[in-house]
Protein backbone atom coordinates (compact mmCIF):
# COMPACT_ATOMS: atom_id res chain seq x y z
CA UNK A 1 0.00 0.00 0.00
CA UNK A 2 2.73 2.53 0.60
CA UNK A 3 3.39 2.19 -3.27
CA UNK A 4 0.53 3.06 -4.41
CA UNK A 5 0.54 5.99 -1.86
CA UNK A 6 3.82 7.08 -2.96
CA UNK A 7 1.71 7.14 -6.53
CA UNK A 8 -0.87 8.92 -5.65
CA UNK A 9 1.17 11.99 -3.85
CA UNK A 10 3.77 12.22 -7.22
CA UNK A 11 2.72 15.21 -9.34
CA UNK A 12 3.02 12.82 -12.97
CA UNK A 13 2.02 9.53 -10.55
CA UNK A 14 -1.61 8.23 -10.14
CA UNK A 15 -4.35 11.32 -11.05
CA UNK A 16 -7.93 11.45 -12.00
CA UNK A 17 -8.66 12.89 -15.46
CA UNK A 18 -11.62 13.21 -17.60
CA UNK A 19 -12.51 9.86 -19.57
CA UNK A 20 -10.64 10.26 -23.12
CA UNK A 21 -12.60 7.26 -25.53
CA UNK A 22 -10.46 9.08 -28.34
CA UNK A 23 -6.95 8.30 -26.64
CA UNK A 24 -7.93 4.87 -25.03
CA UNK A 25 -8.84 3.58 -28.75
CA UNK A 26 -5.61 4.40 -29.17
CA UNK A 27 -3.84 2.81 -26.69
CA UNK A 28 -5.43 -0.13 -27.87
CA UNK A 29 -4.50 -0.10 -31.86
CA UNK A 30 -1.24 1.22 -30.74
CA UNK A 31 -0.69 -2.78 -28.27
CA UNK A 32 -2.30 -4.39 -30.93
CA UNK A 33 0.58 -3.00 -33.18
CA UNK A 34 3.03 -3.69 -30.41
CA UNK A 35 2.20 -7.08 -30.82
CA UNK A 36 1.97 -7.38 -34.35
CA UNK A 37 5.63 -6.33 -33.85
CA UNK A 38 6.55 -8.41 -31.25
CA UNK A 39 5.27 -11.26 -33.56
CA UNK A 40 6.89 -10.24 -37.17
CA UNK A 41 10.08 -9.42 -35.35
CA UNK A 42 13.78 -11.46 -35.38
CA UNK A 43 15.32 -9.48 -32.06
CA UNK A 44 14.62 -10.84 -28.99
CA UNK A 45 15.54 -7.80 -27.44
CA UNK A 46 13.30 -5.84 -30.07
CA UNK A 47 10.90 -8.52 -28.52
CA UNK A 48 10.90 -7.42 -25.11
CA UNK A 49 10.56 -4.24 -25.68
CA UNK A 50 7.36 -4.64 -27.94
CA UNK A 51 5.82 -7.47 -25.76
CA UNK A 52 6.24 -5.25 -22.42
CA UNK A 53 4.27 -2.61 -24.29
CA UNK A 54 1.70 -4.96 -26.03
CA UNK A 55 0.49 -5.44 -22.52
CA UNK A 56 1.11 -1.59 -21.13
CA UNK A 57 -0.84 0.33 -23.20
CA UNK A 58 -4.03 -2.65 -23.50
CA UNK A 59 -3.84 -1.60 -19.31
CA UNK A 60 -3.02 2.07 -20.04
CA UNK A 61 -6.15 2.21 -22.57
CA UNK A 62 -8.49 0.89 -19.94
CA UNK A 63 -7.05 3.53 -17.47
CA UNK A 64 -7.56 6.25 -19.98
CA UNK A 65 -11.34 4.49 -20.18
CA UNK A 66 -11.83 5.12 -16.80
CA UNK A 67 -10.42 8.62 -16.59
CA UNK A 68 -7.17 7.71 -14.44
CA UNK A 69 -3.75 9.06 -15.76
CA UNK A 70 -0.49 8.13 -14.50
CA UNK A 71 2.89 8.99 -16.11
CA UNK A 72 5.26 6.92 -14.16
CA UNK A 73 5.12 3.16 -15.73
CA UNK A 74 5.94 1.87 -11.82
CA UNK A 75 2.76 3.65 -10.58
CA UNK A 76 0.70 2.42 -13.79
CA UNK A 77 1.32 -1.21 -12.98
CA UNK A 78 0.88 -0.64 -9.22
CA UNK A 79 -2.74 0.50 -10.08
CA UNK A 80 -2.96 -3.28 -11.44
CA UNK A 81 -2.60 -4.48 -8.42
CA UNK A 82 -4.81 -2.07 -6.36
CA UNK A 83 -7.34 -2.17 -8.75
CA UNK A 84 -7.20 -6.20 -9.45
CA UNK A 85 -10.05 -6.73 -7.47
CA UNK A 86 -12.83 -4.17 -9.19
CA UNK A 87 -12.61 -6.24 -12.42
CA UNK A 88 -14.38 -8.62 -11.50
CA UNK A 89 -12.15 -11.92 -10.87
CA UNK A 90 -11.03 -10.76 -14.58
CA UNK A 91 -7.84 -10.32 -13.92
CA UNK A 92 -5.68 -11.99 -11.10
CA UNK A 93 -2.58 -11.22 -8.84
CA UNK A 94 -0.80 -12.88 -11.38
CA UNK A 95 -1.43 -10.48 -13.69
CA UNK A 96 0.26 -7.93 -11.94
CA UNK A 97 3.22 -10.13 -11.43
CA UNK A 98 3.21 -10.66 -15.27
CA UNK A 99 2.99 -6.96 -15.94
CA UNK A 100 6.12 -6.51 -13.70
CA UNK A 101 8.26 -9.15 -14.65
CA UNK A 102 8.02 -7.86 -18.37
CA UNK A 103 8.80 -4.53 -17.46
CA UNK A 104 12.45 -5.82 -15.90
CA UNK A 105 12.60 -7.45 -19.01
CA UNK A 106 12.03 -4.94 -21.13
CA UNK A 107 14.69 -2.41 -19.06
CA UNK A 108 17.15 -5.23 -18.79
CA UNK A 109 17.00 -5.83 -22.71
CA UNK A 110 16.95 -2.21 -23.21
CA UNK A 111 18.88 -0.40 -21.21
CA UNK A 112 21.49 -2.83 -19.41
CA UNK A 113 21.87 -4.79 -22.95
CA UNK A 114 21.13 -7.67 -21.25
CA UNK A 115 20.67 -11.18 -22.77
CA UNK A 116 17.05 -10.72 -24.24
CA UNK A 117 14.12 -13.29 -22.83
CA UNK A 118 12.16 -15.50 -24.79
CA UNK A 119 8.93 -14.05 -24.48
CA UNK A 120 5.59 -16.16 -24.24
CA UNK A 121 3.36 -15.03 -27.19
CA UNK A 122 0.09 -17.06 -25.74
CA UNK A 123 0.92 -14.92 -22.33
CA UNK A 124 0.61 -11.54 -23.84
CA UNK A 125 -1.81 -12.24 -26.31
CA UNK A 126 -4.49 -13.36 -23.27
CA UNK A 127 -3.46 -10.37 -21.40
CA UNK A 128 -4.15 -8.38 -23.48
CA UNK A 129 -7.60 -9.68 -24.49
CA UNK A 130 -8.16 -9.40 -20.79
CA UNK A 131 -7.57 -5.90 -20.30
CA UNK A 132 -9.56 -5.49 -24.12
CA UNK A 133 -12.47 -7.34 -22.43
CA UNK A 134 -12.75 -5.37 -19.55
CA UNK A 135 -12.62 -2.10 -21.68
CA UNK A 136 -15.54 -3.23 -23.58
CA UNK A 137 -17.61 -4.72 -20.96
CA UNK A 138 -17.06 -1.92 -17.67
CA UNK A 139 -20.23 -0.20 -16.64
CA UNK A 140 -20.51 2.92 -16.06
CA UNK A 141 -21.14 2.50 -12.07
CA UNK A 142 -17.92 0.16 -12.32
CA UNK A 143 -16.04 3.16 -13.87
CA UNK A 144 -17.42 5.61 -11.03
CA UNK A 145 -16.66 3.16 -8.29
CA UNK A 146 -13.29 2.72 -9.24
CA UNK A 147 -12.85 6.75 -9.39
CA UNK A 148 -14.65 7.05 -5.99
CA UNK A 149 -12.01 4.49 -4.86
CA UNK A 150 -9.17 6.53 -6.42
CA UNK A 151 -10.22 10.19 -5.62
CA UNK A 152 -10.75 9.17 -2.21
CA UNK A 153 -7.35 8.08 -1.70
CA UNK A 154 -6.04 10.85 -3.52
CA UNK A 155 -8.17 13.11 -1.53
CA UNK A 156 -6.99 11.59 2.09
CA UNK A 157 -3.03 11.45 1.23
CA UNK A 158 -3.16 15.33 0.34
CA UNK A 159 -5.24 16.15 3.20
CA UNK A 160 -4.95 14.02 6.03
CA UNK A 161 -6.94 16.36 8.16
CA UNK A 162 -10.54 16.32 5.29
CA UNK A 163 -11.15 12.89 6.62
CA UNK A 164 -10.79 13.47 10.42
Known amino acids: MDKINW ?3 QRDGINLVESNENLAKKYLESAESDF ?19 CYNSFYALLQKI ?21 GGKMLPMDFEFLKELKKTRVDAQYYLKEP ?12 LTCKDIYNHISFDEIQKIRKKIGDLIKELKNPQSTK
Open 117 to 128: ASIDGKRIINFM
Open 7 to 9: CCL
Open 67 to 87: GIKCEIHDCTIELLRFLIHEF
Open 36 to 54: NEMKNSNSLKWKDITAYYS
